[in-house]
């Protein structure tokens, strides 16, 4: 009996659609626990579908008279539709700006004035620096540091002793676990951006974008947490590190001739669970 072909590998577009799946399944486990019916987010992905194709159209430097049958060619959704969409597209949504709750929460966990013994300093409500309201007036002067600090209470980011009048961070990450939609905007930011580097780094010859993660199984629940500490702890030293940069190089860059007009994103995960 003549031995068994090995089996034949998957095409490209077979790959590429294992990886779709894989990237649709949390979503969709999202939408499903908080009722966003899938009527709604095809109209979604068939508007990204047709924006991608108009994009990348017109990144050719094709003329935009025949887009429409062009862009159906490309996404196999009918010319009518594409129409409907293209008439109604109001353009990709842009990453939010950072609020000032997330400037001082950030300023306070990487500045080193600020921190003791590896952790955020519990800080007096007012007076000089360092306490709270320094600390606030730094980040802005445009919200008063009481409106601050109860955003930063209401967002489970923080608490205020009354008695002593101090202030705590109570997270060491900006998790505002009060406002849904700022968690949900968070997750659309942070994973889209990401996602758009691995995306960039498939389809160019070189990759343009720093984006490595490590793997291993077979661990306990115990041996797990460990690497949640190393990865917090390094997180911690980056950030630490990182923004007293950023914000160097964002008052030099606006300063200088230079068209200063990118955004850069650092992040840094873990994920868990059964294999």
């Known amino acids: 009996m003549p031995a068994p072909s090995a089996q034949t590998p998957p095409s490209d577009q077979e790959a590429l659609l294992d990886a779709v799946q894989a990237v649709l ?26 924006r991608a194709a108009q994009d990348a159209q017109l990144a050719q430097g094709l003329p935009a008279h025949r887009l429409v049958s062009r862009v159906t060619a490309a996404t196999g959704i009918n010319r009518r539709e594409v129409t409907r969409l293209t008439q109604s597209d109001l353009g990709a949504p842009k990453p939010a700006t950072v609020s000032r709750v997330s400037q001082l929460f950030t300023r306070w966990v990487s500045d080193r004035k600020l921190r003791s013994k590896g952790k955020p300093r519990v800080l007096p409500r007012q007076g000089v620096a360092p306490s709270f309201e320094s600390l606030a007036r730094s980040v802005t002067q445009d919200v008063h540091p009481r409106t601050l600090l109860d955003e930063l209470c209401r967002l489970g ?48 010859a070189t990759p343009a974008h720093f984006e490595q993660a490590v793997f291993a199984q077979g661990l306990s629940a115990q041996s797990v947490e460990m690497i949640r500490v190393l990865a917090r702890r390094h997180w911690q030293s980056l950030v630490t590190e990182a923004v007293p940069l950023l914000e160097q190089r964002i008052e030099a860059d606006a300063q200088a001739d230079d068209d200063a007009t990118q955004r850069v994103r650092l992040g840094l995960f873990t994920f868990h669970s059964e294999a």
Do not use: C
Not at 167 to 196: A, E, K
């Open 157 to 204: 980011l923080a608490t205020w002793d009354t008695d002593k009048d101090t202030v705590s961070l109570i997270q060491d990450g900006f998790t505002p676990r009060g406002d849904w939609q700022r968690m949900v905007g968070l997750l659309g930011d942070n994973v889209g951006d990401h996602l758009r580097a691995s995306v960039t780094n498939v389809l160019e």
């Open 25 to 50: 399944a949390p979503l969709a486990e999202l939408a499903v626990a908080k009722g966003l019916v899938f009527a709604t987010v095809e109209e979604a992905l068939k508007q990204a579908f047709v």
